[in-house]
């Protein structure tokens, strides 16, 4: 018995393509999606990082300050001690005053008892001697009255004796007398000399408690300034460790910003790209439809023959030459060694296709063109040096309106200072579509 053979459904070329086409496209948003989620990890992770540090840095501070209060609460208590043996000194120093002052009226009270006591032994000296002289006297009057006459001679001798007993003990008393007036002189000397001994002794005490007092002042001016620069030189440290941890913190921020836009970045060229190819796709198949449909109803005509590349105007919008013996970068897809060069160059094509519009390019485009390769060479200072037509689009029109769009942006952003100092002159080869909207794809395509 035969049994028919049931038919087998073959997808056409065009089904079987587009499928694969939407596969890739969604193997490749996947791939986009995850890298971004492994960006935004690590931008929260710097964040945390970042905070983590703040929080150190702010504990530092706190310990500084305490750490400099306590240092004011020491340097007031020795102030304070240095203040109070201050006061000591300048006590004991008066007491010492008090005493010399004591001793010396003391000395000069005992100076005077002895004066008076010297003068005191004199006049009774000489109350003595005139009551002796006195009894002598009458002594003599009495023998003079017994002896009358019998010892006129004896008493003319014993006079004589008397005048020398008495001229002698006048000698004896003013020898006596001189000998005392020249110990008292010593005596007196001697109190001044002891006097001026007791003074030097006191102004050098009083210079010693001044160059010691000086010195305390400098060592504590010195202490003083000491401890201020140690100060000054702890405030800076803090400073510093503030200001590095600030540059840390932002250079991670700037990192983490850098790394999340470089991501977006990706992930719109991955979109754009993917877009991109979709249209160029779709573009194929329309345009490969198109032309069997012409060549069915038109096979024995002739195709019409491509129009040649036109010149570039000679007159109108001028371009700017390239200038020689610059230090030049050509970038030609979305990756490079230096990250700052693609961050550029995605930054200026943001804004070609942010600001650019298609009325011009409608306008003076009047048949169909293909997508011009196009080199821009920018200046550091973000002016055009040229735009170089690497591959026109068939269409003088739309090269001229390629030229116009660059001129019109112009200026664009300045070089960042590290790229500048690399770079004089960067040029950047995107291939510049026009449909929905002006999209400028890597170099290569």
Not at 225 to 236: G, H, N, P
Not at 343 to 359: C, F, H, S
Request: hydrophobic share 45%.
């Amino acid at each position: 018995m035969l049994v028919a053979a049931s038919p087998v459904v073959v997808a056409p070329p065009e089904t079987r393509a587009s499928d694969a086409a939407a596969s890739h496209d969604l193997v490749r948003l996947a791939a986009v999606e995850a890298v971004r989620e492994r960006a935004l990890e690590d931008a929260r992770e710097q964040a945390r990082s970042a905070a983590a540090l703040q929080e150190q840095a702010k504990l530092e501070r706190e310990k500084a300050a305490r750490e400099q209060a306590l240092e004011a609460t020491r340097l007031a208590a020795r102030q304070e001690a240095l203040r109070q043996e201050a006061l000591r000194q300048e006590a004991v120093r008066q007491a010492r005053e008090r005493e010399a002052l004591l001793a010396e009226s003391v000395r000069q009270e005992q100076a005077r008892n002895e004066a008076a006591r010297v003068e005191a032994a004199r006049q009774e000296a000489q109350r003595s001697e005139a009551v002796r002289q006195e009894t002598l006297r009458a002594e003599a009057a009495r023998q003079d009255g017994l002896r009358l006459e019998a010892q006129r001679q004896e008493v003319a001798r014993l006079g004589r004796e008397a005048a020398a007993r008495a001229e002698r003990e006048a000698l004896r008393a003013e020898a006596v007398r001189q000998e005392q007036v020249r110990n008292e002189a010593a005596r007196l000397e001697a109190a001044r000399q002891e006097a001026q001994r007791a003074e030097a002794a006191r102004q050098e005490q009083l210079r010693n408690e001044a160059a010691r007092q000086e010195a305390a002042r400098q060592e504590a001016a010195r202490q003083e300034a000491l401890r201020q620069a140690q100060a000054a030189e702890a405030r800076r440290q803090v400073a510093e460790n503030e200001a590095r941890a600030r540059l840390e913190a932002e250079a991670r921020a700037r990192a983490a910003a850098e790394a999340d836009t470089r991501a977006r970045a990706e992930a719109e060229a991955a979109r754009s790209r993917a877009e991109g190819e979709a249209r160029l796709a779709a573009d194929a198949a329309r345009r490969q439809a198109d032309a069997l449909a012409v060549a069915a109803r038109q096979a024995a005509l002739p195709l019409p023959p491509r129009p040649a590349p036109a010149e570039p105007p000679r007159s109108g919008l001028q371009v700017p030459l390239p200038t020689p013996g610059l230090r030049r970068r050509v970038l030609i897809n979305r990756t490079d060694r230096d990250p700052a060069v693609v961050m550029y160059a995605e930054g200026w094509r943001q804004k070609i296709e942010v600001n650019a519009t298609l009325d011009g390019v409608r306008g003076e485009a009047a048949g169909s063109f293909e997508s011009p390769l196009v080199t821009v060479a920018l200046r550091s200072d973000g002016t055009v040096e040229s735009v170089t037509i690497n591959r026109s689009s068939g269409s003088a029109a739309v090269d001229e309106a390629v030229r116009r769009i660059v001129q019109q942006q112009a200026p664009y952003a300045r070089f960042p200072s590290g790229l500048a100092e690399d770079l004089d002159v960067l040029e950047i080869r995107r291939v510049w579509t026009f449909d929905a909207a002006v999209r400028l794809f890597p170099g290569t395509r």
